[in-house]
């Protein structure tokens, strides 16, 4: 028996698409829960007065929440230096763009796609090795591709002893959370 | 004058056998809505199912394509190679999913690899004036071994279309 049409053309079709719909499945779903919520939520962490007691001081900011922390920004007051220390085996750019006022999307920020991205206030950051950034006055740290980078943050503070200086810092995160449920930020005196 | 059905294999054509598109339905469902509007030990294992049944044919059928072009002539016409092959590519997805389900190791490895593909994504993405930014998450939980048996639904599938092929020839 034959058949009077040649379907090859509509075959092809149908399976080009398929293929790219498996593509998009296997990218953007698999294990990946699709928050249909992209709201993000900030919480910022009270303010805090310290006197230091040496030029250095080394603080470590984390967060206890349901979804991933998507980037942070801190500030301190005055506007003293600061070292951003990302974790071993991360790299960060060899530059930071001075940061936008207040924090803004990710489109004025330089993320990559296998390190955070660093901005620190005017003027611009340098770099003291690959995964060190030293700027002045406030950094956001925006984790992209990389949003484990967010859970833990080190940083030092560089400022006259017996100075006294105010650390606060805001966390945004992924997705709605239920109703009531906070984030419980942490700002604690850590080591180098 | 009739025309005989002058149909060629069709790169991809596996994938539009009805257990596949219902595979691909389930999932999209399952991660779009069921995870999301009730989640449940259900909604977890359910997109593994899915995807057990699809991506390994799907990735055999790249690799299939892209064999079949370059060597028309070596690995075309060798439908007991092409089977082999689509064993091999099955195999190796089903062990890598029951690695990255029970070695913390592995899954971390896995976990680390998405974040890269993501991250490259949204940055490019961005890069357009887009934005999505997914998180990779996976959790290494042995329960999901018993999805594995789902990869042979696509062997099936394929080793079919292989046969139906080698019929029109």
């Known amino acids: ?192 | 004058m009739s025309r005989e059905d002058v149909s060629a294999p069709v790169w991809g054509e596996p994938l539009l056998h009805p257990v596949c598109l219902f595979s691909m339905a389930v999932w999209w469902f399952n991660d779009h809505v069921g995870k999301v509007y009730a989640p449940s030990a259900l909604t977890g294992k359910v997109s593994d199912v899915a995807c057990l049944v699809v991506f390994p044919l799907w990735a055999w059928c790249l690799l299939d394509g892209l064999a079949s072009s370059s060597f028309p002539r070596k690995y075309r016409a060798n439908h007991a190679l092409r089977e082999r092959c689509l064993y091999v590519v099955t195999a190796a997805i089903a062990l890598w999913f029951a690695l990255i389900n029970v070695s913390e190791v592995v899954g971390a490895i896995h976990r680390d690899l998405w974040t890269s593909v993501y991250g490259v994504m949204h940055f490019r993405l961005w890069q357009i004036g887009g934005y999505w930014n997914p998180v990779a998450h996976h959790t290494v939980d042995a329960g999901d071994l018993w999805t594995l048996p789902a990869a042979l639904l696509g062997v099936w599938v394929g080793r079919a279309w292989l046969m139906a092929g080698s019929n029109r020839q």
């Open chain 1, 1 to 192: 028996m034959t058949r009077l049409r040649d379907h090859t053309g509509s075959r092809r079709w149908g399976a080009a698409l398929a293929a790219i719909f498996c593509g998009y499945l296997t990218l953007a779903t698999s294990e990946i829960p699709m928050d249909p919520c992209f709201e993000e939520q900030s919480t910022a962490l009270q303010s805090l007065t310290h006197e230091a007691e040496s030029e250095t001081t080394w603080w470590r900011l984390t967060a206890v929440t349901p979804t991933p922390v998507l980037r942070w920004h801190v500030q301190v007051s005055p506007a003293l230096s600061i070292t951003y220390v990302a974790p071993d085996g991360v790299d960060v750019p060899a530059f930071a763009e001075p940061s936008p006022a207040g924090l803004d999307t990710e489109a004025s920020a330089t993320v990559g796609f296998d390190s955070a991205t660093v901005d620190t206030a005017a003027p611009p950051a340098s770099a003291t090795s690959d995964h060190v950034l030293i700027g002045v006055g406030s950094f956001t740290l925006v984790c992209g591709g990389h949003p484990s980078l967010c859970d833990d943050v080190k940083f030092s503070v560089h400022g006259q002893v017996a100075e006294e200086f105010t650390l606060s810092a805001f966390a945004v995160r992924r997705g709605c959370a239920p109703e009531g449920e906070l984030m419980d930020l942490r700002l604690e005196p850590t080591q180098p």
